[in-house]
């Protein structure tokens, strides 16, 4: 069983609706939760940056974590064809110079 | 966010032959940074970890004598492939955690050994 499960995908949606991505893992140790965003033959961005249980929002974008459920979500409201990319989950255990722990990534198509 | 660079963005070269690809950190000085591998339509997957002026850890199953990392800056770290061959064409990209514990990518190496 990997760490880290995310469903590669891939999901093609309408422009405008919500977009859920989800991940589960299996260590419960995780404590730092990330999604990036990665462009065709691009290096990954940052998108959110949460710690621990709870919701954050930056404009379209809401992450959430379910520590009791390993289960962390991306909801990206009034998606736009920009929006089409691959988005990847990660995640770590402490602070500092930890390495990351990635799902898989979602391929996401924002349709016109 | 901090800005992380690679070179080269693309290279291309005879099987057996080494390849150097260079991550600078522009505006923060990194004592650790990070390198990955990602296969087409596959996730990142950690190489090793570059340590500023000690041996790079490298992750089970990577060869540490194939894949030679250094780090002789606070922001320069080099990987170098050594004898590649066809089934090390990947895309190589490096990262850096930032003050704040964010980690951030360069925009990645791809590597075609022919």
């Known amino acids: 069983q990997k760490e880290v499960e995310q469903d590669p995908g891939p999901l093609s949606v309408p422009e405008g609706a919500i977009v859920s991505l989800n991940c589960t893992y299996s260590?419960?140790?995780?404590?730092?939760f990330m999604w990036y965003r990665q462009y065709s033959r691009k290096g990954p961005e940052l998108l959110m940056y949460?710690?621990?249980?709870g919701n954050k929002e930056d404009g379209r974008f809401t992450a959430q974590v379910d520590k009791s459920s390993k289960y962390i979500s991306l909801f990206i409201r009034d998606s736009q064809p920009s929006d089409s990319a691959t988005y990847l989950c990660?995640?770590?255990?402490?602070?500092?110079?930890?390495?990351?722990?990635f799902g898989q990534g979602t391929r996401l198509t924002i349709n016109p | 966010g901090a800005v992380v660079s690679q070179h080269p963005s693309w290279v291309i070269c005879k099987s057996g032959t080494s390849v150097k690809i260079e991550c600078r950190s522009l505006?923060?000085?990194?004592?650790?940074m990070f390198w990955y591998r990602q296969f087409p339509k596959q996730s990142l997957m950690l190489m090793a970890t570059?340590?500023?002026?000690?041996?790079?850890?490298?992750e089970q199953g990577v060869e540490k004598d194939k894949f030679l990392i250094n780090h002789a800056s606070l922001t320069l770290s080099t990987l170098t492939v050594t004898s590649a061959h066809p089934e090390d064409s990947s895309f190589y990209i490096c990262?850096?955690?930032?003050?704040?514990?964010?980690?951030?990518f360069g925009p990645g190496t791809r590597l075609t050994v022919l």
């Open positions: 505006d923060f000085q990194a004592t650790t």
């Open positions: 260590n419960s140790a995780f404590q730092y």
């Open positions: 990660a995640m770590r255990v402490g602070q500092g110079a930890q390495k990351l722990v």
């Open positions: 990262s850096h955690p930032s003050a704040y514990n964010e980690q951030f």
């Open positions: 949460t710690y621990s249980s």
């Open positions: 570059s340590n500023e002026g000690s041996k790079a850890t490298y």
